[in-house]
Structures are given as structure tokens and as C-alpha cells.
């Protein structure tokens, strides 16, 4: 249950801020980003399943989307 909510906000924030951080055209940011969310979101489901509890998970991800909120921020995006 936290796997799926969790990994998809990873890959979208880290998606955004990725892209705002590359010194590419807009295209080729945009791009960028969109892969990466491809290849991280994956990744996050499959490591939910090899943690041994919640906690670490939800701890985790909670610092992962805490430094990329940050980051995104700092470059001057706004939700």
C-alpha cells in the first residue's frame, strides 16, 4: 500500500527536479525527467518488497521526498 503512492511521488518530484537542474534545452529537460521517473519508480517498488518493515520504508521515501521538495525549491519551482 505504500509502495505504489510512494514510488510515484518519488519518480514525479525527482522527475521535476531533474529537469529543472540539467543545463539542457526545455525538450530535452522535460525528457530527461520523464525518464527518470520511468527508471526510479520501478526501482522504488521493488525495493518496498526487500525492507523489513513499514517504518523504514515510509522513513525512507519521507527523506527521499523531503531532500527533492528542497531541491526543487531551491531552483525556484513552485506547485
Request: hydrophobic share 60%; with cysteine; proline share 5%.
Given at each position: 500500500?505504500?509502495?505504489?503512492?510512494?514510488?510515484?511521488?518519488?519518480a514525479?518530484?525527482?522527475?521535476?527536479?531533474l529537469?529543472?537542474?540539467?543545463?539542457?534545452?526545455r525538450?530535452?529537460?522535460?525528457?530527461?525527467?520523464?525518464?527518470?521517473?520511468?527508471?526510479?519508480?520501478p526501482?522504488?517498488?521493488?525495493?518496498?518488497?526487500?525492507?523489513?518493515?513499514?517504518?523504514?520504508?515510509?522513513?525512507g521515501?519521507?527523506?527521499?521526498?523531503?531532500?527533492l521538495?528542497?531541491?526543487?525549491?531551491?531552483?525556484?519551482?513552485?506547485p
Amino acid at each position: 500500500m505504500v509502495a505504489l503512492p510512494g514510488g510515484y511521488s518519488l519518480a514525479g518530484l525527482g522527475g521535476v527536479c531533474l529537469s529543472l537542474w540539467l543545463p539542457l534545452s526545455r525538450a530535452d529537460d522535460a525528457m530527461a525527467g520523464i525518464l527518470f521517473g520511468l527508471v526510479i519508480w520501478p526501482v522504488v517498488f521493488i525495493v518496498s518488497f526487500g525492507l523489513s518493515s513499514v517504518r523504514r520504508l515510509l522513513a525512507g521515501l519521507a527523506g527521499g521526498l523531503l531532500v527533492l521538495a528542497l531541491l526543487t525549491i531551491e531552483s525556484g519551482w513552485r506547485p
